[in-house]
């Protein structure tokens, strides 16, 4: 996500955020479900003793064990494969974050798993902002986001979950972030 650019004509920013509809979660959906498809039918081939595969012939396979195995990890994937599929449908995590200063109001906003909590949304006075706050943590689970430290509440996360983005981004993310609501920034 670019660092958007500060108007005095426009006072209200809003930054879109990325939930799972992202290029790498459609490749490993895409992935299992190819798969869990190829190991699925090659359980169901060994049992029917039909070739269901066109590049393998699984019928060669006694059914105890290798094809109720093969069925058994086809199932597995098949469901991961659904999981997946499903949060990418339903967006999770998207949603993005509204700074208005005409209003003085603050409202952050994500998509969730579907139930009574589908609409993740906290609204807050710009006035009781303190600080924007930088988090970063390097090493083998990487960690960089940004955070709205707000007076009487835990600090709410801004960035969005998954890849870390780069460290140019979030100083330049974070800098225009304190500039428009005019509070420090802390952590860098």
Excluded: H
Excluded at 27 to 55: C, M, Q
Excluded at 97 to 124: A, H, L, V
């Amino acid at each position: 996500m670019a660092a958007p650019t500060i108007s005095t004509d426009n006072p209200v920013l809003k930054q879109p955020i990325l939930g799972s509809r992202r290029f790498s979660n459609y490749w490993w959906a895409s992935v299992v479900s190819v798969g869990a498809t190829g190991f699925f039918l090659a359980g169901i081939s060994s049992y029917l003793k039909v070739n269901l595969l066109p590049f393998s012939d699984p019928t060669q396979l006694l059914f105890v064990p290798q094809g109720i195995t093969m069925g058994l990890y086809g199932t597995a994937g098949l469901l991961l494969a659904l999981y997946l599929w499903l949060a990418i449908l339903w967006d999770i995590g998207g949603g993005y974050n509204e700074f208005n200063q005409q209003t003085g109001e603050i409202r952050i906003f994500r998509w969730g798993f579907p139930g009574k909590n589908r609409r993740i949304e906290i609204n807050c006075k710009a006035e009781d902002v303190q600080a924007i706050r930088v988090d970063i943590k390097e090493g083998l689970n990487p960690r960089r986001a940004l955070y709205l430290r707000v007076k009487g509440r835990r600090d709410i996360p801004l960035s969005r979950v998954g890849e870390p983005i780069s460290l140019y981004e979030l100083e330049s993310e974070g800098a225009t972030l304190a500039r428009f609501l005019s509070v420090p920034l802390e952590g860098l």
